[in-house]
């Protein structure tokens, strides 16, 4: 059981404390695995003793179910802290999925929902999965689209991040998606990262909801641009004839 109540499944298994070395083998004969890793075929349990001795090694049973039991020659000290690093490097390949959450409003600021996508987003990256929680209060409820479309605001500010795992989802006064990592994270181009953080959300004034970015979207006028008036040149059957380079 880890932190949090969150279980990790098909943990490593601890290491074995029954390994029997040296005088602990009680059989009479062993399979002999020397510690370059050659054959040395079934030998008697004294002999093959007596050889990792020689050697300044340990005798391990490393299958003792083995008829007869295979023993290998090798330091037992460093064995043993070979099996405890797999076991380490299992462990962190075996972390815990975790859900962690972001809660927004219908008329959340622009800039705080900015905080918080990019927190989510840290979550994403450490391998976390994260629900995005939209809460309505009052007569926002009859505006859930708003709420959609918030969430949906949301996906796309994460989508360097992690993926939707679970569209939008309405739940008494909330709205939720569920968002979890990419399987393989691509390293971002440094071009890429300005781009999304220059088009991540709408920009808005200070104190304008992203509700109201929103609403507004597409009303905006087109401006009409006057074209500038040229200035006209004379024609040359216009000048003095006479060379004065005067108009007539």
Do not use: W
């Not at 004294?46 to 020689?54: E, G, P, Y």
């Not at 859900?99 to 840290?122: C, M, P, Q, S, W």
């Not at 999965?129 to 708003?146: C, D, I, P, W, Y």
């Not at 990419?182 to 990262?193: G, L, P, Y």
Request: proline share 5%.
């Amino acid at each position: 059981m880890a932190d949090g109540g969150s279980f990790v499944e098909g943990a490593a298994a601890p290491i074995a404390k029954d390994l029997r070395i040296n005088e602990m083998i009680r059989n009479r004969e062993v399979r002999v695995i020397d510690d370059e890793g050659q054959q040395l075929g079934v030998l008697e349990t004294s002999q093959a003793l007596a050889l990792a001795q020689d050697k300044g090694l340990d005798l391990v049973e490393i299958a003792p179910t083995a008829v007869p039991p295979v023993c290998k020659i090798l330091n037992y000290g460093q064995y043993k802290y070979e099996l405890q690093k797999k076991e380490r490097e299992a462990k962190r390949r075996q972390k815990s999925t975790t859900f962690k959450e972001i809660r927004l409003r219908v008329k959340i600021d622009v800039n705080d929902l900015r905080t918080k996508t990019r927190r989510a987003g840290e979550f994403l990256e450490d391998g976390d999965r994260v629900k995005v929680t939209v809460q309505f209060r009052g007569r926002e409820m009859s505006h859930a689209n708003l709420g959609r479309d918030l969430l949906d605001r949301a996906a796309e500010m994460l989508v360097e991040h992690g993926v939707v795992e679970r569209p939008p989802l309405l739940e008494g006064r909330n709205m939720y998606i569920v968002m979890g990592p990419h399987e393989k994270r691509v390293e971002k181009k440094t071009e890429t990262a300005e781009q999304t953080d220059g088009a991540s959300a709408p920009e808005a004034p200070d104190g304008e909801t992203i509700g109201d970015v929103l609403a507004a979207k597409g009303k905006t006028a087109i401006a009409t641009v006057e074209p500038e008036p040229t200035e006209q040149i004379p024609d040359a059957k216009d000048e003095d004839p006479q060379g004065n380079g005067e108009a007539l």
